[in-house]
């Protein structure tokens, strides 16, 4: 299974989204609430990545070797 495709990583890269549209907002409205739900979101979705790297579901697949 590709990395990207792992459901672990695919919440991280939510979470980055959420940042950067918060930021977005954050701009457009010069209020700080958007931000800090994006960086939220962002804490909340990093977990399920750093349990996935605890339990060594991303490890690299073994190549054989080569001859």
Avoid: F
């Avoid at 590709?2 to 919440?11: E, G, I, V």
């Avoid at 939220?40 to 605890?54: E, K, N, Q």
């Amino acid at each position: 299974m590709p990395k990207l495709r792992h459901p672990a990583l695919q919440n991280y890269l939510l979470g980055i989204a959420s940042i950067v549209i918060g930021a977005g907002v954050t701009s457009a409205t010069d209020s700080l609430l958007p931000i800090a739900m994006g960086g939220a979101v962002a804490v909340m979705c990093t977990y399920s990545l750093v349990r996935a790297i605890c339990r060594g579901e991303l490890r690299a697949t073994k190549r054989p070797p080569e001859a």
